[in-house]
């Protein structure tokens, strides 16, 4: 199956390259770490109880500015993490050291590809509820059914569009049309590949469903996790480009 192929090519990749996946990521993961150990300390669920301040505390005290600035160091070193991986693996650029080059035009086109892309999604995402909605009118039963579909719709329209963000971390530029023409006959794949990953992140999540949520430990597997999860999602767009765009094998 070419969906799985896909996957699992994008999983080697890491593997195959962790030492070169960890100088691309490794540093700049840690202002992630940073941004989610605030919001772990200072951003708790309340009124039940819980520990840490309410949002109004937070901004009495002065700490929404650091959120704020931490969620934007969060969005750079992603950016950074992003065009650095797809620059190892399509264009063979390695770290110096322990931090990828910096690509600043790059990664600004990245955002404004991936704005694009989450738009563009979020659109046909709200057509397709409106027509599950007039469904569940008529039958509520099938909303279970539907609630699963739409999840999958969602990552296959993200995977069909989504090729067009490595194209621009190498300066290819790749419209969100071409994007979808370049993957025009490869539904089945991407449809295995949607679904493989919904799987994948849902398997890995379990722990946290079955943890206490605001545990240490939770933390701590849910950051580890969440490297995984970042680049294997950054890989399989690689991957994706790299095969129906530049047409790289993956056997």
């Known amino acids: 199956m070419k969906g799985w192929q896909i996957f699992v090519h994008s999983v080697r990749l890491i593997v195959n390259n962790l030492g070169d996946a960890l100088r691309v990521s490794a540093l700049l993961y840690l202002v992630q770490v940073a941004h989610q150990i605030y919001a772990f300390a200072y951003l708790p669920a309340r009124p039940t109880g819980g520990e840490g301040l309410s949002p109004e505390e937070i901004g009495a005290s002065g700490q ?7 969620f934007l160091a969060f969005i750079v070193s992603s ?4 065009v650095g991986w797809h620059r190892f693996v399509l264009e063979e650029e390695y770290p110096r050291g322990w931090i990828p080059q910096w690509h600043g035009g790059a990664m600004l086109s990245y955002l404004w590809r991936s704005i694009l892309v989450f738009l563009a999604v979020g659109a ?49 530029k ?12 490869r539904d089945g794949a991407i449809v295995i590949l949607a679904f493989i990953t919904i799987a ?10 079955a943890g206490e949520p605001r545990s ?18 950054i890989s399989v767009l690689t991957t994706l480009y790299g095969h129906y765009v530049q047409g790289r094998p993956i056997d």
């Open 64 to 70: 929404g500015g650091m959120a704020l600035l931490l």
């Open 79 to 82: 950016l950074w993490i992003a």
């Open 124 to 172: 046909l995402m709200f057509v397709a509820l409106f027509v599950i909605a007039m469904v569940a009118l008529v039958s509520p039963a099938l909303i279970a059914v539907f609630g699963l579909g739409i999840v999958g719709l969602g990552s296959y329209l993200f995977f069909r569009l989504g090729v067009t963000l490595p194209a621009t971390a190498v300066g290819h």
């Open 174 to 185: 790749l419209s969100l049309r071409e994007s979808w023409k370049a993957t025009r006959d």
């Open 200 to 209: 994948a992140t849902a398997l890995i999540q379990l722990p946290n469903f």
């Open 216 to 233: 240490l430990l939770t933390l701590v597997y849910t950051l580890v996790t969440g490297w995984i999860a970042t680049m294997v999602g």
